[in-house]
């Protein structure tokens, strides 16, 4: 009678996945009639268990105003706790967003928070950042975050006019292209030095006047960071 029973829930349950819409065009299943169907490999079945999550997001058409999507990923468990504890299943939460969207993509003005702690608060496009936004940073050991840019972004790299906070407490103010300092932009250096003048490539690059803390002067050409070609110093 058990074996019985075995065969017809597993015909049933093989003839529900065939009528199923989402099965429908699969190529995971032949052709042949349900009563010969077997079932998919594990490794099949573990991907289509850990990718439906995907599937309905994009399903989800997420547009306008969210108060908040949370990310979350399963927790490890230790292999040496007792296979019931090991068995609960637990999450954690990973990245944040709250902010606006549009087709399914971050689109507006959002707040993203990263699992690692650092954060973002501005202007999206397309699911990147563009246009003025503020980055912060979590530093190791401290629960304060740590500003590092304001200003704007181009397809999620520092593009246009921004300001860049260093660790040391040096500063730059200027134009960046492609994530790199590049254009016209002042630098403060953290020993008392400022540099005005052009950036290429995320170098001194072309006319700059580097001013020293001791009040010592240079203007003149600058290449790949050096100083290079006619200028005047003034001590």
């Not at 190529?27 to 010969?36: L, V």
Request: aromatic residues 16%; proline residues 2%.
């Amino acid at each position: 009678y058990t074996k019985e029973l075995s065969k017809m829930t597993a015909l049933n349950f093989s003839q529900s996945l065939s009528n199923s819409n989402y099965f429908s065009n699969s190529n995971h299943f032949s052709n042949a009639p349900a009563t010969t169907q077997s079932f998919p490999s594990e490794t099949l079945r573990h991907n289509f268990r850990t990718q439906l999550w995907k599937v309905n997001d994009q399903k989800a058409q997420k547009t306008g105003s969210c108060n908040a999507v949370y990310w979350v990923r399963e927790a490890k468990k230790d292999p040496d706790l007792p296979r019931s504890e090991r068995e609960k299943k637990e999450f954690l939460t990973g990245n944040v967003y709250k902010g606006e969207w549009k087709d399914n993509k971050k689109s507006g003005y959002g707040i993203q928070m990263w699992a690692n702690g650092n954060k973002y608060e501005g202007e999206w496009a397309f699911g990147k950042r563009e246009g003025h936004g503020i980055y912060w940073v979590k530093e190791a050991g401290l629960q304060k975050l740590r500003r590092v840019y304001a200003g704007n972004w181009k397809y999620d790299l520092k593009h246009g006019m921004g300001v860049h906070f260093y660790k040391d407490g040096s500063r730059y103010e200027g134009e960046w292209a492609g994530d790199v300092r590049h254009g016209r932009g002042t630098m403060y250096f953290c020993d008392g030095d400022v540099y005005v003048g052009e950036w290429v490539d995320n170098k001194q690059c072309g006319f700059g006047t580097l001013t020293k803390a001791n009040k010592d002067i240079y203007e003149g050409e600058w290449l790949n960071g050096k100083k290079e070609g006619q200028g005047l110093y003034y001590y």
